[in-house]
């Protein structure tokens, strides 16, 4: 699939769907009570669920909060499709939390996802992870680099989709300033690189930026070299979509339309 460009009119023109009945959990410890050490770790690592009580089946999105790993706080986003579950996720956050805690807490999350979802009605087999800036980084660091989820009995290619929105796909620059490793914008490609990662055999991925004139300063090249690597070593599913007139900020608004019809293509 060649490369994309939209602009933000053009998401206008799509409409979501509602659904009238849904339910809502919240603060679920998505740790097992052994696994919680600390005070910090007990008050961050809490989940939301928000679901279609009226159906069966349904796909998840497990949605990870940006913040540059060092603020932010769970949410769920406006998909204007109720039909779809969100799994909204708080992980630890530095100072307080140190790397890797937050990747961790990321993949404990999402196997927490994987393994009870269906008792609120929802398909373990369609469940897709997304985040904006550190959330997108934290998805594909879930997604892509084996080992968080593989710690869990779990392969990557249990997800449904990846869908990172403005991520840092070279080592993120809060992970490079705990580990003394150089400036913020000294591009490296690390075992803490989503790019670091990259293989034929990995769940879809949908890759959503903003304008390269108004983004975060190299977000989308460096996103571009991903999905060129992704193609080059054979993944067959690589979507990569930068939005016209959007910066760093709008981009997780206005990319709601392309993730929602991601998860409607890749969840039959």
Known sequence: MSVKHAGWMALLLVAGTAWAGVQRV???????????????????????????????????????????????????????????????????????????????????????????????GGDPKKV??????AGG?????????????????????????????????????NVKQQLNLGEQFRPLITEDAPLYHAAKDLPPICLILGDRRIEWKCRVEENELLAASLRALGHPKVEFYELGGMDHGTVAEGGMVLLRRFIQQNAK
């Open 137 to 173: 980084y934290l998805t594909c660091m879930v997604g892509m680099d084996r080992r968080w989820l593989g710690e869990l009995g779990i392969d990557v290619n249990a997800l449904a989709g990846l869908i990172p929105i403005s991520a840092q796909v070279t080592t993120h620059f």
């Open 26 to 120: 919240s603060d679920i410890a998505y740790y097992p009570e052994a696994a919680r050490t600390n005070d910090y770790q007990r008050e961050r690592c809490t989940l939301d669920v928000r679901y279609p009580d009226d159906r069966q089946g349904f796909a998840t999105l497990v949605w990870f909060h940006g913040g540059g790993l060092s603020g932010g706080g769970k949410h769920f986003v406006d998909l204007k499709d109720a039909s779809i579950a969100q799994v909204a996720v708080n992980y630890r956050l530095t100072p307080r939390g140190h790397h890797p805690d937050y990747i961790r807490d990321a993949a404990a999350a999402v196997a927490w996802t994987l393994r009870n979802i269906a008792e609120y």
């Open 128 to 133: 897709f992870v997304a985040g904006h800036s």
